[in-house]
């Protein structure tokens, strides 16, 4: 999953928009994916130069690292309309992100391994996947001008 920052565009944008009209929309660029322990490190070496991503990483035997506190709720999306409060359709919450990893990694299996005969090549690379990747989420918070994607692709 990915989002692209966004600041201030009208509710009415065809790429960033929702909500009624007459409204803006804003968020801060978003990515989930899962990797390798191996590309987990370099991803954290680029991350950790800027001071403006949040992340965390899981695996499935609960390893969690992450530069946010447990009881975090980051909003990720918002909308400011005519005549009503602020509207947060989307946040990264660390505690759901952890019972989502449960789901994430069982779907490896549940749709991708049961295609594979037991003990075939395929099968085995899937397990493999499921027993020591990680789930991970970077949030950046500098929705105004910060650049996820390019800091990500530039370190690694």
């Known amino acids: 999953t990915r989002q692209p920052r966004g600041n201030g565009a009208v509710s009415t944008d065809p790429f960033f ?9 804003y968020q801060k660029a978003y990515v989930e994916f899962f990797c390798s322990p191996q590309t987990l ?4 070496k680029v991350a ?4 403006s991503l949040s992340w965390t990483a899981v695996n499935k035997s609960n390893d969690v ?3 946010t506190p447990t009881d975090s709720v980051n909003a990720v999306t918002w909308g400011v309309f005519p005549g009503q409060e602020i509207k947060q359709p989307t946040v990264v919450d660390h505690a759901s992100f952890l019972i989502w990893k449960d789901e994430a990694f069982a779907l490896w299996n549940m749709e991708w391994g ?3 005969p037991e003990g075939s090549p395929s099968k085995n690379i899937i397990q ?4 020591t ?4 989420n970077i949030v950046d ?5 910060g650049d996820l994607f390019g800091a990500l692709c530039s370190g690694i």
């Open 133 to 136: 990747w990680y789930l991970v």
């Open 17 to 25: 928009g929702w909500g009624p009209k007459g409204g803006f929309v």
């Open 65 to 67: 690292k992450t530069n």
């Open 114 to 116: 049961a295609i594979y």
């Open 41 to 44: 490190e370099k991803v954290l």
């Open 48 to 51: 950790e130069r800027y001071d």
């Open 141 to 145: 918070n500098n929705f105004p001008s």
């Open 128 to 131: 493999e996947i499921v027993d």
